[in-house]
T-cell receptor, first 115, second 116 residues
Framework: AQSVTQPDIHITVSEGASLELRCNYS??????LFWYVQSPGQGLQLLLKYFSGDTLVQGIKGFEAEFKRSQSSFNLRKPSVHWSDAAEYFC?????????????FGIGTKLQVIP | SAVISQKPSRDICQRGTSLTIQCQVD?????MFWYRQQPGQSLTLIATANQGSEATYESGFVIDKFPISRPNLTFSTLTVSNMSPEDSSIYLC?????????????FGEGSWLTVV
């Protein structure tokens, strides 16, 4: 069965500092990986996804993520955090089979940005 | 992409009552889903809403508690029946946008339910 681990429940960074949110997955084949962001009082917005090809994926709002098969990881990064990035971030994994299959979400990482 | 509208966005409900949440998508989609997000927790899939047939429920969720309708390819409803405080959650409608939509899951804004 597939699973996702986000080891950091809560992270605090200073505005302007770099950010890395960790995501480790368990899946027996090539996964389909997602990062979503949930701002307070909002639904989930897709930041980026990895399906195939280049393992460094660019997303919206200046975020990027790198798929590392050897480490079963898909960490999210941003070089300089803005106060508006304060939100909860969810990593998700699903089978990469060309169509929809059940997607499993991590528990989320809550990001706090301080001045 | 797909634009998903949910209503109500928020509600406070009395214990023992039922509430129906509506989900409208701006394009026809094959697969629609309902998720629950309990306070401080991740998303849990309740069921897949199937057009023209009964929904497919995940383990731990039953039709009597969460009846779902899917009359067409752009609309679905989820009813939370006989509510208790444990049902206080965010309920999220989502769709799978296939090749033409980027092979991605899109979410509505969520319906925040508080049961008192």
């Amino acid at each position: 069965a597939q699973s996702v681990t986000q080891p950091d429940i809560h992270i605090t960074v200073s505005e302007g500092a770099s950010l890395e949110l960790r995501c480790n997955y368990s899946y027996g084949a090539t996964p389909y990986l997602f990062w979503y962001v949930q701002s307070p009082g909002q639904g989930l917005q897709l930041l980026l996804k990895y399906f195939s090809g280049d393992t460094l994926v660019q997303g919206i709002k200046g975020f990027e993520a790198e798929f590392k098969r050897s480490q079963s990881s898909f960490n999210l990064r941003k070089p300089s955090v803005h106060w508006s990035d304060a939100a909860e971030y969810f990593c998700a994994v699903g089978p990469n089979s060309g169509g929809y299959q059940k997607v499993t979400f991590g528990i989320g990482t809550k990001l706090q940005v301080i001045p | 992409s797909a634009v998903i509208s949910q209503k109500p966005s928020r509600d406070i409900c009395q214990r023992g009552t039922s509430l129906t949440i509506q989900c409208q998508v701006d394009s026809q989609v094959t697969m629609m889903f309902w998720y629950r997000q309990q306070p401080g927790q991740s998303l849990t899939l309740i069921a897949t809403a199937n057009q023209g047939s009964e929904a497919t429920y995940e383990s731990g969720f039953v039709i009597d508690k969460f009846p779902i309708s899917r009359p067409n390819l752009t609309f679905s409803t989820l009813t939370v029946s006989n509510m208790s405080p444990e049902d206080s959650s965010i309920y999220l409608c989502s769709v799978w946008a296939g090749v033409g939509g980027g092979n991605t899951i899109y979410f509505g804004e969520g319906s925040w339910l508080t049961v008192v």
